[in-house]
């Protein structure tokens, strides 16, 4: 369903509440080391105080869990965004109460005030309805940016559009319109690639893929899993044992639509320097484990995703961190990049994959949002996508 964004709003001369997520890395010294998610929503502020809005910046930080951790106020955020917007950015002591909403009250348009980490609240995670209130009696409307935390429903990511008119940011709009555009009207063949630890945390996603697309292809360690499930050694190889019925069950509601790895990397342990070799699936020995997918694999995955016209890949093919098993992601990551296909990477590992390997400005689409963008493939409603205003 698509939603109403900021250019239907009127936002002129409006207090304007706008979820971001800021929830950036920091190191030891409480610097932030990637200043990609503030980045990300620049579109955003920049267009609502070039509309004559005042913006009002709400985000978490790290897992306070509702009190106030020092480490996690959003001082470094604010002055970061003070450099990337070249303007004063007002730091909020706190996220409601009344200093904060005379400082919100007697904002002009083109102002910005960032609030203290909103998790410093309990009532934050709770959804408590009087906390949202008044974080929604701050500002005249709201606008929901923060893909990344849309799966909760939260007070400042659910709760608060009850209260006021709900619009999606840019960012917003982009995830949820070209992921929807892949769920809901493929361009044909459209195909996926799951990989990653675990068929468990994937399942939703598979079952939910599965009815959609024209191929599945299957990598990672929870290819394991399904070869098992076709009777095959996996040697001391990560399994979930308890997932092999699972797997058979999909494999046999997948039929010819799902492939297999046919050939595989094993190493004698899952570190850099362990011996490797290149075994067809049917000879993985018992004392090695399976690190990557093997080159006749990543042939055959490759051809399939060149010929695609819609790609959605969630989970790496191998243990890319350790470089020598990279091979297998690196060759699906390149696949991608050199298709025309509208091509999307959802999922934490799989976009760190991509951004390592410096390929994620050739995808069509890097999801910024680790466990929404799983959700969303698994055909849910995210509550933080339910609650903005409908367009039609
Ligand atoms: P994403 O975050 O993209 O959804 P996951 O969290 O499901 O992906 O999986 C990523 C993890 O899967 C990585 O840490 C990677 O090392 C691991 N992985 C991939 N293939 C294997 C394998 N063959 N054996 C063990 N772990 C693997
Ligand atoms: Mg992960």
Request: charge should be negative; aromatic fraction near 4%.
């Amino acid at each position: 369903m698509a939603k109403q964004t900021i250019r239907d709003a009127d936002v002129s001369g409006k207090r304007v509440l706008v979820r971001v997520d800021f929830n950036v890395p920091l190191d030891k010294q409480g610097r932030i080391t990637d200043d990609t998610r503030i980045r990300a929503a620049l579109p955003t502020i920049q267009y609502l105080l070039q509309h004559g809005a005042a913006v009002i910046l709400v985000t978490h930080l790290g897992r306070p869990d509702g009190k106030v951790v020092d480490k996690l106020r959003l001082d470094p955020v604010a002055r970061r965004l003070e450099e990337l917007l070249g303007g004063t950015v007002i730091k909020a002591p706190d996220s409601v109460g009344p200093e904060v909403r005379q400082i919100a009250s007697g904002l002009r348009p083109g102002q910005v005030l960032l609030l203290e980490n909103v998790r410093f609240h309990p009532e934050e995670e709770a959804n408590d309805a009087v906390f949202a209130r008044q974080l929604a009696e701050l500002a005249d409307v709201y606008v929901d940016d923060a893909f990344g935390t849309a799966h909760r429903a939260h007070a400042s990511t659910s709760g608060v559009a009850a209260y006021r008119p709900a619009y999606a940011g840019f960012l917003m709009e982009k995830e949820i319109d070209t992921m929807g555009r892949a769920l809901e009207n493929p361009e044909r063949p459209f195909v996926a690639l799951i990989g990653g630890a675990k068929v468990s945390t994937k399942i939703g996603v598979l079952n939910n893929l599965l009815d959609k697309v024209d191929r599945l292809l299957i990598g990672g360690a929870m290819a394991n899993t399904f070869l098992r499930a076709q009777a095959y050694d996996t040697g001391k190889s990560l399994v979930e044992e308890d997932k092999v019925g699972l797997a058979e069950e999909l494999l046999r509601k997948g039929d010819e639509k799902l492939l297999l790895p046919v050939d595989v990397v094993v190493a004698s342990k899952p570190e850099a320097g362990a011996e490797t070799k290149v075994v067809p699936v049917s000879g993985i020995p018992a004392e090695m484990l399976v690190v990557d997918i093997g080159p006749e694999t990543i042939q055959t995955y490759a051809d399939v995703v060149a010929n695609a016209k819609t790609v959605v890949w969630n989970g790496p093919m191998g243990i890319f961190e350790v470089p020598e098993f990279a091979r297998g992601t690196r060759a699906m990551a390149e696949a991608l990049a050199s298709s025309q296909a509208l091509s999307i990477v959802g999922g934490g590992d799989s976009v760190a994959a991509v951004e390592q390997m410096g390929l994620a400005d050739k995808i069509t689409h890097v999801s910024t949002g680790g466990g929404a963008s799983l959700e969303f493939l698994e055909g849910r409603t995210l509550p933080g996508v339910e609650v903005l205003r409908n367009a039609d």
